[in-house]
């Protein structure tokens, strides 16, 4: 179980960064989305209830992981299957371009991701195509629309890239998930729908 290495969400993180610790001790997981991960993001959908439209689907997203490997899941709670897809992190999340998740940051301009639940929002065409808005649910991720937070596809993120450099690119910190996932994702996932974003910690 991750716990002990992720974002504890409502445990007193400040609304600025978090400087996280080498990756270096973190193992890919080989069989998609881990059951501790999984019971985190019932407990999200739980405590935001109010606030979501639809309970059927959840997005989870694993940020311990590298983004070489699919991390973006889509749980289905009526059957209990996943489906999972390549998602990009924030450029801020990772200074160096190692592929890891090295810091989190709610703060505007930080470029980085953020952990926490969100609630997915409206269908738009934008900058990037068609795209989904996010509002952040929680203390680590409520810049979220401010900060212009949204799923979205983007030419650096491919299986062909996975394979030849060992890592994706990077976004601005939005959800950035391959041109071959964009339908299927926002298909399943929106609008009123939570995604759950967690993240390595420095303990």
Known sequence: MLLSRRLLLGAGTAIGCAVLTSPAFATPVRDGLSPGLAA????????????????????????????????????????????????????????????????????????????????????????HGRSMRLAGLDHDNSNAETRALVVHAAWYVSPEMARDTGKLGRSEGCFAVATGSLDTVLDRLGPGRLIFASGISSS
């Open 40 to 127: 985190d993001a019932r407990a999200a959908l739980a405590r935001h209830r109010d606030r979501l439209e639809h309970v059927d689907r959840i997005g989870i997203v694993d940020f311990t992981q590298p983004s070489r490997i699919p991390r973006l899941h889509v749980l289905n709670l009526d059957d209990g299957t996943t489906a999972s897809h390549l998602v990009a992190h924030g450029r801020g999340s990772d200074p160096a371009h190692s592929g890891w998740v090295t810091r989190l940051s709610n703060e505007p301009g930080s470029y980085a991701s953020s952990a926490g639940a969100y609630v997915t929002r409206d269908l738009y065409v934008g900058g």
